[in-house]
């Protein structure tokens, strides 16, 4: 029997001897079953909640080569803390007819009735999961009321230890860069122009890279920005915003909590900024807030301003931040416009009714050829015919699947029987007779040729030039309807200096993915990909000029 073991621990305040511990633990067991030992897997400081995890995600593509029969771990939480992962992942496995033994849990994916247990431990890691993120807030909120560091590091400050926990000093150096910025933007100077200043001076900016003025300015009812950190006039404010995980991306997003959630606790040693001079910072963003709305509410009596046909489209060839509208109708790269040549050397700039043209003829022209178009059709037939010949619905899968939820729901009434009746165990029993009724009625349908395969279309390319036609020609009311077209044809387009640095050039991508989806309405999301790259490009000799 060939084994993979995996180890976790999610904090920084663990270290690898954990993970040296996990391994232990699983050798011992799989030496006393006779089994043997073939690939070994880990992640550190990595939370059992997130599905990202690199040493797990290997683990999983290891699973479905059949590099080994079982997965073996310290405990079921050491896998998963996420209930719907751990359940999505485990029914994976099974169809790949690989199982999972956990040492400490008694979880054993080969044996019958595994679900309940592993439901229980299921719910159990979770929950405690919920429960450290609890109990996290609480000793974060009980530091911030002690005037102790709560939060992550803040430009500067340097943490510090005493007897009493973790704290804050000055760092002299970074002070007296702040109090620069506050002045020359208390005495009028854009933010843009001092961190175009910062950068030619060299200061390091407090990420390490190079400064922009959204840096300096900020949000100032988020609290964000040099301009608006309260720490810097000695005033500590925590619980301003939380983050929550969104399920479906898995990535983090703040959400800020109202003002009397918030910690506010007063430390004079951490001041920075005199009195007088945050007053006069304040005195001239109130006075910038005040002309901004008054800007808004007359745009908002006459028509709308237009969205541009390649917003957000755009990436500069050399730093990879975004093409942006600058001064009266140019595209200019964003990174060089907010911070200067030594954010980004990329100094020129594009007239936008120019670029226009000139990228949609690329694309009309360069991109779809009659040889490209060809290779389309060809590979389009190609996934038709994979399509197809999977249209008729597994049936024998179906009634195995059938027989093994009827077999869950016996072992689950057994439990029930015996008393062991939770709000787990009642889930668990709703979930199963309701894939059961979905089995029995799946028995009854009749394989049916599918609508939702697209057909090759014989006018594509007259087709797709209409479609260019309509881009060209749209109507601010539709800029953005054509915009999402755009994005499905090429994606990102990469626009760079040429060798010489005379010009803009730009490198174009399409997608004929997308093309289906366009012209038909229907996507081969799941059937296939096709994609086809402009080889050269193209460099108009007066582009940027």
């Given at each position: 029997?060939?084994?993979?073991?995996?180890?976790?621990?999610?904090?920084?305040?663990?270290?690898?001897?954990?993970?040296?511990?996990?391994?232990?633990?699983?050798?011992?067991?799989?030496?006393?079953?006779?089994?043997?030992?073939?690939?070994?897997?880990?992640?550190?400081?990595?939370?059992?909640?997130?599905?990202d995890r690199p040493g797990y995600q290997a683990l999983l593509a290891a699973a479905e080569a059949h590099e080994f029969d079982i997965i073996l771990a310290e405990e079921v939480s050491r896998l998963w803390r996420d209930q719907a992962e751990q359940w999505r992942a485990v029914k994976r496995l099974e169809y790949l007819e690989r199982h999972v033994v956990a040492v400490n849990d008694g979880v054993d994916t080969r044996r019958e009735g595994f679900s309940l247990l592993l439901s229980v431990r299921?719910?159990?890691?979770?929950?405690?999961?919920?429960?450290?993120?609890?109990?996290?807030?609480?000793?974060?909120?009980?530091?911030?009321?002690?005037?102790?560091?709560?939060?992550?590091?803040?430009?500067?400050?340097?943490?510090?230890?005493?007897?009493?926990?973790?704290?804050?000093?000055?760092?002299?150096?970074?002070?007296?860069?702040?109090?620069?910025?506050?002045?020359?933007?208390?005495?009028?100077?854009?933010?843009?122009?001092?961190?175009?200043?910062?950068?030619?001076?060299?200061?390091?900016?407090?990420?390490?890279?190079?400064?922009?003025?959204?840096?300096?300015?900020?949000?100032?009812?988020?609290?964000?920005?040099?301009?608006?950190?309260?720490?810097?006039?000695?005033?500590?404010?925590?619980?301003?915003?939380?983050?929550?995980?969104?399920?479906?991306?898995?990535?983090?997003?703040?959400?800020?909590?109202?003002?009397?959630?918030?910690?506010?606790?007063?430390?004079?040693?951490?001041?920075?900024?005199?009195?007088?001079?945050?007053?006069?910072?304040?005195?001239?963003?109130?006075?910038?807030?005040?002309?901004?709305?008054n800007i808004r509410t007359g745009l908002s009596k006459i028509a709308r301003a237009p969205r541009y046909l390649f917003s957000s489209l755009l990436r500069c060839g050399v730093c990879g931040g975004k093409m942006v509208i600058y001064g009266v109708d140019r595209y200019a790269c964003s990174s060089h416009a907010n911070g200067g040549r030594h954010a980004c050397a990329n100094r020129l700039n594009v007239k936008r009714p120019f670029l226009e043209y000139t990228l949609l003829k690329a694309i009309?022209?360069?991109?779809?050829?009659?040889?490209?178009?060809?290779?389309?059709?060809?590979?389009?037939?190609?996934?038709?015919?994979?399509?197809?010949?999977?249209?008729?619905?597994?049936?024998?899968?179906?009634?195995?699947?059938?027989?093994?939820?009827?077999?869950?729901?016996?072992?689950?009434?057994?439990?029930?029987?015996?008393?062991?009746?939770?709000?787990?165990?009642?889930?668990?029993?709703?979930?199963?007779?309701?894939?059961?009724?979905?089995?029995?009625?799946?028995?009854?349908?009749?394989?049916?040729?599918?609508?939702?395969?697209?057909?090759?279309?014989?006018?594509?390319?007259?087709?797709?030039?209409?479609?260019?036609?309509?881009?060209?020609?749209?109507?601010?009311?539709?800029?953005?309807?054509?915009?999402?077209?755009?994005?499905?044809?090429?994606?990102?387009?990469?626009?760079?200096?040429?060798?010489?640095?005379?010009?803009?050039?730009?490198?174009?991508?399409?997608?004929?993915?997308?093309?289906?989806?366009?012209?038909?309405?229907?996507?081969?999301?799941?059937?296939?990909?096709?994609?086809?790259?402009?080889?050269?490009?193209?460099?108009?000799?007066?582009?940027?000029?």
């Amino acid at each position: 029997m060939k084994v993979a073991i995996y180890a976790r621990y999610s904090t920084e305040k663990q270290n690898e001897t954990s993970i040296d511990g996990q391994f232990r633990t699983c050798e011992e067991y799989a030496k006393r079953q006779g089994w043997k030992i073939v690939r070994r897997f880990s992640d550190e400081a990595i939370s059992g909640a997130k599905t990202d995890r690199p040493g797990y995600q290997a683990l999983l593509a290891a699973a479905e080569a059949h590099e080994f029969d079982i997965i073996l771990a310290e405990e079921v939480s050491r896998l998963w803390r996420d209930q719907a992962e751990q359940w999505r992942a485990v029914k994976r496995l099974e169809y790949l007819e690989r199982h999972v033994v956990a040492v400490n849990d008694g979880v054993d994916t080969r044996r019958e009735g595994f679900s309940l247990l592993l439901s229980v431990r299921g719910a159990m890691n979770a929950e405690a999961r919920r429960e450290i993120a609890l109990r996290t807030r609480r000793g974060l909120r009980e530091r911030a009321i002690n005037g102790f560091c709560a939060g992550g590091a803040s430009y500067g400050y340097r943490s510090t230890k005493n007897e009493h926990g973790a704290t804050r000093e000055i760092v002299p150096e970074q002070a007296k860069t702040i109090v620069l910025i506050f002045e020359r933007f208390a005495d009028g100077q854009s933010t843009k122009a001092i961190a175009a200043q910062l950068n030619e001076m060299g200061v390091p900016a407090p990420r390490g890279k190079k400064w922009l003025s959204s840096a300096i300015y900020g949000h100032k009812e988020k609290g964000t920005g040099i301009l608006n950190n309260p720490l810097y006039i000695g005033r500590q404010v925590w619980n301003r915003s939380k983050w929550v995980m969104n399920p479906t991306t898995e990535k983090r997003e703040r959400r800020d909590l109202p003002e009397s959630e918030w910690v506010i606790t007063e430390i004079p040693l951490l001041r920075i900024v005199p009195q007088p001079l945050w007053d006069r910072v304040k005195a001239r963003q109130q006075e910038q807030h005040r002309r901004s709305i008054n800007i808004r509410t007359g745009l908002s009596k006459i028509a709308r301003a237009p969205r541009y046909l390649f917003s957000s489209l755009l990436r500069c060839g050399v730093c990879g931040g975004k093409m942006v509208i600058y001064g009266v109708d140019r595209y200019a790269c964003s990174s060089h416009a907010n911070g200067g040549r030594h954010a980004c050397a990329n100094r020129l700039n594009v007239k936008r009714p120019f670029l226009e043209y000139t990228l949609l003829k690329a694309i009309r022209c360069e991109l779809f050829e009659p040889e490209c178009l060809e290779e389309f059709r060809d590979e389009a037939a190609r996934l038709l015919r994979e399509a197809r010949a999977a249209k008729q619905p597994d049936q024998s899968a179906t009634r195995a699947e059938l027989a093994k939820v009827e077999r869950e729901l016996e072992n689950l009434m057994t439990a029930i029987k015996a008393g062991i009746i939770t709000e787990t165990t009642k889930a668990e029993l709703e979930k199963l007779e309701a894939r059961k009724r979905a089995l029995l009625a799946s028995q009854h349908v009749k394989a049916a040729a599918r609508d939702d395969i697209p057909e090759v279309l014989p006018n594509v390319a007259e087709r797709f030039h209409k479609l260019i036609h309509k881009l060209e020609v749209a109507r601010p009311g539709d800029i953005e309807r054509a915009r999402m077209a755009l994005r499905k044809l090429v994606g990102d387009i990469i626009v760079e200096p040429s060798d010489d640095g005379t010009h803009l050039r730009a490198k174009i991508e399409g997608d004929y993915a997308g093309l289906f989806e366009l012209l038909d309405g229907k996507s081969l999301k799941d059937k296939g990909y096709i994609r086809m790259v402009a080889g050269t490009g193209f460099e108009p000799m007066t582009f940027g000029l």
